[in-house]
Every structure is written in structure tokens, then in C-alpha cells.
């Protein structure tokens, strides 16, 4: 649809209008005809004696009839002519890529951004670059041209041209700026019409498509000038902005929340004119809360900071709100970069935790009492192989202890959400091989529907006997088959772990919020005590995180990793190569033993507990998407005998940046038991969160955020120098959106243009009044003539 202040069609006129067609040059007329025709009238009387104002009269009335006869003579005629009205015809385009949903800040032009308020009705600071277009094509630019009587056709580009629609609405969601592209199919989509301008409203920022100066040349060949507005702050930009690289989308209630944030610095000339703060505060509605801040020198490839969030005091799960700022700095450009919020799910439920080991090595010892006195977070159940039929096993209170270990995978799936293995042949776990074999698949199908394995080694079974079994492929480790990676060190000698990034550590290995103190815990004499045994494996598998290395043993592949962090597919799974953490008692107690397990137990849990039952998973496909990217989830749902759903559509619920809700449909993907799927477009930039619901309750739940694209994001500052280049090779106006009233000498009216469809000739002097004229010229002559006796 045209944005289109005349009818749609041409006008068509009639014009009538008198033409001689046998009229000679103007000089021959007033300079030879007209002197002749008077004297010859002025001599037919000279000789008369009669007075001047007679002769004067007589003469003139003697040059009437004969001027009367050289104009018959001319041949006089009436054209009638139909002609088609081609009314001025004026393009209006107007960016609508993602860079105008920028917010500049105006900081260093106060007059601009005084200029600019009457197009917003909030602070401009807070008014995107779009509104600012959209509010003053409809009240600026279109009463200018209505005024003119111009023919508009508004178009909205960003890579592709679309006409606008009216009112004009913009939604900022092109990955793209192709001016030079929007120019040239502009001109051709209005090729042989009488196109006498076009308005160019964006940022200027062209990041794609043939080279705009190329189209503007072609215009300015056509003689179509090409005003440019530019939108936005063109002083030369300073500006800082955030990315949060890591962040959890659920944690545990009572958990410490780890984030890791990038901040960028461009246009600066030193880096210590960009320093600034990170600031972590929550956000509630009894008032946002400080939590940390970092100092940081933002730089252009990026300055990475590491925040932490202490424990909340919310029971009962929801969400926690954080806002993730970096302070501005003077004369900063674009503000609305410098702050991101995001949401973290607290899950109440409690862990649920089976821990088998084969003998009471003194690492069982500390373990099992340490998970039964444990927070009232986590439920243990605890079997050791090699007890005695009467033993009573041990478990949290409240819990009933096994007498046997489960195999079944209903029992696993039901009962479980992490299960710790020690130094365990998978062989030993029944005297009854079937049910061993039993054990390995359910264990399998536990960790693919989302469940933690934590297999911590030993020496005589944990990870030897795992090798050609099912339990093989969950290690996150590559085992060594041939038996020559065996254990030669010497155990008298402590040696110490190394973190593999210190500096950032994952949340299983950060017992302390310094870094440098989290380090030298874990690196140096006088901290955790370290380990005389490990089991050697010879590498981590592609993909798999290694949170911790040997010192100094090393293979062809790096230093043997110690500690290491997988995936499959949905369930996470540990390997701990050491069976020493009961001995980091010593100097601190159970404070850090017990931050080491809590920590790595609830890490395991959380791919079951993101479910509000441990029977849904709903997943995004990607944790970011592009603005104008479709956004997919998929919803993995159990029924209750925890076989794949058949139920065609699962109903779920979607909450934008706003917090405004609405309803989404996920549909049976075809011969895929169990697995939905949904696509969907958002409209804006920010976190999203979805979730599944049953009779109303919350079952699974993810997050995803939306960003401007790439290219866009790359350089969102304004291109006057480019606009201005436009403008000039084609003989427009380059202005700022500010200055859009001053266009109006461009478009004064009265440009349309008329082409003939049909004309029609009749000839004057064949008419009854030319001989009429004529005989009463004659005969005012011939009265006078009687009157003054000369006849």
C-alpha cells in the first residue's frame, strides 16, 4: 500500500486555447506588418482636409478592418486539447534495519536533542531512532508535500524494499542497511513516471548491496535529486557496551550465581578515557539491590569480567531479576547498550541423590556422612556393595534405605536426579548378571533424559572396568583400552591441581568469590591439601570441559585432565580422577569439602531440575538468536509411565522483555514420539522466557535472548558524510531529521506534467461574426466618412 496524498490514478484535463497557425515571425509581425498596416490606413486620409481628431478616427477605424483581414489571413483557430496530468511524484524512503532501534544519547548536542523533542513525547534519549523517523515523516514531511500537491509512495528498506504502510510502522528488524540497493529498485519500480524527488530517511550506515554513491550517480543522471535526513547523533561516537557471555538460566534455591559479562569500548582515544564500573544489581519490586562491582578499562576486542551474585533469601522457586550495567562515560554516544537485564530460575525441588561405591575407602567415609547431614536441599540414598545382607544401608533421614541397588529405568528416572558412582564395577552392582546389564542401559537412558553422573575414580575399578561398556560412552573422558596410561607417580610426593581458567573457574571449582584467592586454594601450599594418587586418563572427549589438570604428568594431547565437565545429550556428567577430597578437611573443615560436592551435585541436577516435573524439557535450539531470525523450541515430554507423550499439541506460555505474556502451540513433530516443536517470530531485542504448562502448572521452562544482527550491532553510528555525498551528486538538500522543515523551498508545487491524448482544430474566421466584425468596421467608417461630408 502507497502512502498517497493524490488519487491513485492520473487526472485528465481538457484545454482550450485561440492559435494562429499561419502567423509569421514575431519581428516581421511588429516590426513590418503592423507599421504597414498604419500608414497605409494614416495615407488614406492624409490628403483630406478635415481635422486631427476625424482623420485620427477614420484611420483607425480603416486599420481595424484591416487588421481584421491579416488576422483571417493568419488563419485563426480554436484547439481543443485533452491532455493526461501527470501529478510530481516524490519517493519517500525510510530505513527500517535494526541500527534504528538504537537510542542515542545526544549527550555531547544539546541543541539537537532539543530540536528533536517535538517528535517524542518521552525523553529523546529514550526514544529509538525509528520513532523519531516514523513521528516526523507523519507530521513533517507528509503536510509539506500534501501542501504541494505531490504524489507520495512511501517504502520501508533495510535489505529488501517494501512498500509502507499507512500510518507508516516500522519494526527495526532488517539485518541489513542497502541504501545504494533501496535507491536504484526505487527508480525502477517508478521507471516512466514523473518522479521529481526522493526523501532518504535513515541513519546513513550502509553495510551491504551495490555501493550507494553508484546509485546515487544513476539518479542524479535521471535528474532526480535525493534529499537526505539522517537519524541519530552524528558526533563522532564514544561508546561502551555490555555482552553477557555466561549465565545460568537455573540454579538451585540457595545457590551463588556466577556471570560472566564482556564489556566493549570505540572511540576512544586512551583506554583510561573509557574506564568505567560493572554494576550487578537485582531487581525487586521492594527496591533494586547492589550486589557487586567490578572496575574494568573496556577495550575494542573486549574486557572480560567475572561477577557473582551471593545466595538469595527466596524459598519456594520463581525467578530472580539481575541487572548487568556498565556506567557510562562523558560524551558517551549510545546508552542503551550499557545495560542488560536477564532472569535466573530458582528450582526448589530437592535433589535427589543415589551414591553406590564398592568398599568403605575413606573417601565414602566422609562422603556418605557429608550427604546425609547435608542442606535440606538434597536426599541421599547411599548402598555400599561390599556390606554385609544385614547392614542397614545408609540414607538421609526421612528416606528409606535400599536393600538393594535400583536397576529398573522407572526406578531410576523416578527416584533420581544425580547418581554418584565410586569405585564401582558396573559388573558388581548384583549378583544376577541380567540385572547388571539392566543397570548399565537404564543408567544410560537416566542421563539422556537429563540426569548427572558423577563418576569419581578409584584404584581398583572406576575408570578400568568401564572400558567397552555403556558407561564408556557417558565419561567425558577418553579411557585408555591398552593399560600402559596406569599410575607410575610417586605417592609420597603432594602435588597440587591446577585450575584451567583461573581467572574465570567454573561454579564446581570456585570455592572462594576472589579469583586469586579461588586460586591459590586450589594451586599452592597452604591451601586445600593436595592429592599422591590420580587415575591417568589420556585426554577429555571434543566437547567436554576440563576444570582441572595435573600439575606436571602430561600425554601427547596436554597435561591429564582431573576434573572434567560433559554432556549426554541432555544429562551432564563428571569425572574426578581423584579419591582424596576428604583430606581438604584438614586446616578448613568441612567448609570447602562440602562447597565442592554441594556445588558439583547441584550442578549435575539442574539438567533434571529445569523441569518443574522431571518429566518435561523444553529447550530453545539456541541460547541467542538474530532479531530477524525464527526463533525454535522443542519440548521433550515423558507420560507417566516416562514413555514418549503421543499427545498431539503441548500448550505453552511465552513472556518477552516486557513481561508480557502470550500463548504458543508446540505441535507433535511427525514419527518423533515425544518430541514438539514450534517456530515462532518476536518482534524486539531482549530475554524471552517460555515455558510448558499442565492444568495450569509450570512443567519445563528456558530462556533465549534476541540481539540486533550482527552486521547491524558491528557499527550503528550514523554516516552523514555519506548521506551528504548522495545529496550532493544528485543536486538535493542533506539535512538532519531536525532540520526536515527546511525542505520546504525544495517542494514549492505546481511540478505536475501534462502529456497530450487528443487535440481538435476549428477554424475562427469561418463564422458569421468575422463578417459581421468586419462590415461594422466598414461601415463606422463609411458614417464617418458622410459625417464629415467626404462621401
Request: some cysteine; hydrophobic content about 40%; aromatic content about 8%.
Amino acid at each position: 500500500m502507497h502512502l498517497a496524498l493524490l488519487q491513485d490514478a492520473a487526472e485528465t484535463g481538457m484545454r482550450t486555447s485561440v492559435r494562429l497557425l499561419d502567423l509569421p515571425a514575431l519581428w516581421v509581425v511588429v516590426l513590418v506588418l503592423l507599421p504597414l498596416l498604419v500608414g497605409v490606413a494614416w495615407i488614406g486620409y492624409a490628403r483630406e482636409r478635415i481635422g486631427f481628431s476625424p482623420r485620427l478616427m477614420l484611420s483607425g477605424l480603416r486599420a481595424l478592418a484591416l487588421l481584421l483581414l491579416l488576422v483571417v489571413l493568419f488563419r485563426p483557430v480554436i484547439v481543443q486539447r485533452n491532455d493526461e496530468v501527470k501529478p510530481a511524484e516524490v519517493l519517500v524512503l525510510v530505513d527500517d534495519s535494526a541500527s534504528m532501534r538504537r537510542e542515542d544519547s545526544y549527550a555531547s548536542n544539546a541543541g539537537l536533542r532539543a530540536a528533536l523533542k517535538r517528535f517524542s513525547e518521552v525523553p529523546v534519549e529514550r526514544t529509538a531512532r525509528m520513532e523519531l523517523a516514523r513521528k516526523a515523516v507523519e507530521t513533517e514531511l507528509m503536510p509539506l508535500l500534501a501542501r504541494g500537491e505531490y504524489r507520495v509512495h512511501g517504502y520501508r528498506f533495510s535489505r529488501d524494499l517494501t512498500p509502507a504502510t499507512e500510518p507508516l510502522e516500522l519494526t527495526g528488524r532488517g539485518h541489513a542497511t542497502h541504501v545504494g540497493e533501496a535507491i536504484e529498485r526505487a527508480l525502477a519500480l517508478h521507471r516512466g513516471e514523473h518522479v521529481t524527488d526522493i526523501v532518504l530517511v535513515t541513519d546513513g550506515r550502509s553495510n551491504g548491496g551495490p555501493p550507494a554513491l553508484d546509485a546515487a550517480r544513476a539518479a542524479g543522471s535521471t535528474g532526480v535529486p535525493v534529499h537526505t535526513l539522517v537519524v541519530g547523533d552524528t558526533n563522532p561516537e564514544r561508546n561502551l557496551w555490555i555482552e553477557l557471555v555466561e549465565a545460568p538460566t537455573d540454579v538451585l534455591e540457595g545457590d551463588e550465581i556466577a556471570l560472566t559479562a564482556r564489556v566493549f569500548a570505540r572511540g576512544f582515544a586512551t583506554e583510561d578515557e573509557a574506564a568505567s564500573r560493572v554494576l550487578l544489581e537485582e531487581l525487586s519490586p521492594r527496591g533494586d539491590r547492589l550486589l557487586s562491582e567490578e572496575p574494568v578499562v573496556p577495550v575494542a576486542e573486549g574486557s572480560r569480567v567475572v561477577l557473582v551474585a551471593p545466595p538469595g533469601n527466596e524459598t519456594g522457586g520463581g525467578d530472580r531479576r539481575f541487572r548487568l550495567s556498565v556506567t557510562p562515560v562523558p560524551g558517551e554516544s549510545l546508552l542503551d547498550d550499557n545495560m542488560i537485564e536477564f532472569r535466573v530460575h530458582l528450582t526448589p525441588e530437592k535433589v535427589r541423590v543415589l551414591y553406590v561405591d564398592a568398599y568403605p575407602r575413606w573417601e565414602y567415609r566422609f562422603l556418605k556422612e557429608l550427604l546425609k547431614r547435608s542442606d535440606q536441599n538434597i536426599e541421599a540414598s547411599i548402598f555400599l556393595l561390599s556390606a554385609e545382607s544385614s547392614f542397614v544401608q545408609e540414607s538421609s533421614r526421612g528416606v528409606e534405605p535400599l536393600t538393594e541397588v535400583p536397576t529398573d529405568r522407572k526406578q531410576l528416572l523416578e527416584n533420581y536426579d544425580v547418581i554418584i558412582l565410586g569405585d564401582v564395577n558396573p559388573y558388581a552392582i548384583s549378583p544376577d548378571p541380567a540385572r547388571c546389564e539392566e543397570f548399565l542401559t537404564s543408567l544410560r537412558e537416566f542421563v539422556e533424559r537429563g540426569g548427572g553422573l558423577f563418576l569419581q575414580a578409584g584404584q581398583y575399578d572406576n575408570p578400568r572396568s568401564y572400558v567397552d561398556t555403556e558407561l564408556e560412552e557417558l565419561l567425558p573422558v577418553l579411557l585408555d583400552k591398552t593399560g600402559a596410561l596406569a599410575f607410575t607417580g610417586d605417592t609420597t610426593v603432594e602435588k597440587h591441581p591446577l585450575l584451567e581458567s583461573p581467572n574465570a573457574p567454573h561454579q564446581i571449582v570456585r570455592l572462594h568469590p576472589d579469583a586469586e584467592i579461588n586460586r591459590r586454594l586450589w594451586e599452592e601450599d597452604g591451601g586445600l591439601t593436595g592429592f599422591y594418587w590420580y587415575a591417568p586418563v589420556p585426554r577429555e572427549k571434543p566437547g567436554a570441559q576440563v576444570l582441572l589438570r595435573h600439575p606436571f604428568e602430561e600425554s601427547a594431547y596436554g597435561r591429564h585432565p582431573l576434573l572434567v565437565a560433559g554432556y549426554f545429550p541432555a544429562g551432564r556428567t563428571l569425572f574426578f580422577a581423584l579419591d582424596s577430597t576428604w583430606r581438604w578437611r584438614y586446616r578448613f573443615g568441612d567448609y570447602y569439602h562440602e562447597r565442592f560436592w554441594r556445588d558439583a551435585i547441584r550442578w549435575l541436577a539442574l539438567g533434571r531440575l529445569k523441569s518443574g516435573d522431571r518429566r518435561s524439557r523444553l529447550d530453545s535450539l539456541r541460547s541467542s538468536y538474530s532479531l530477524e531470525e525464527r526463533v525454535v523450541l522443542e519440548a521433550r515430554v515423558l507420560d507417566e509411565d516416562f514413555r514418549p507423550s503421543e499427545r498431539p499439541v503441548q500448550s505453552a506460555r511465552l513472556e518477552d522483555p516486557d513481561g508480557e505474556l502470550s500463548e504458543l502451540s508446540l505441535v507433535l513433530v511427525p514419527d518423533r514420539s515425544g518430541l514438539y516443536r514450534a517456530a515462532l517470530e518476536v518482534g524486539r531485542p531482549g530475554v524471552y522466557r517460555a515455558w510448558l504448562e499442565e492444568d495450569g502448572q509450570r512443567t519445563a521452562s528456558t530462556e533465549f535472548e534476541v540481539t540486533l544482527p550482527s552486521r547491524e550491532n558491528a557499527d550503528p553510528t550514523p554516516d552523514p558524510e555519506l548521506l551528504a555525498s548522495i545529496s550532493s551528486l544528485t543536486g538535493g538538500r542533506a539535512l538532519h531529521l531536525a532540520e526536515i522543515a527546511q525542505l520546504d523551498s525544495e517542494f514549492p508545487g505546481g511540478e505536475e506534467r501534462r502529456e497530450p491524448i487528443s487535440s481538435q482544430l476549428d477554424d475562427v474566421w469561418d463564422n458569421w461574426w468575422t463578417l459581421l466584425l468586419a462590415l461594422a468596421f466598414l461601415s463606422a467608417e463609411w458614417i464617418g466618412r458622410k459625417k464629415w461630408e467626404m462621401v
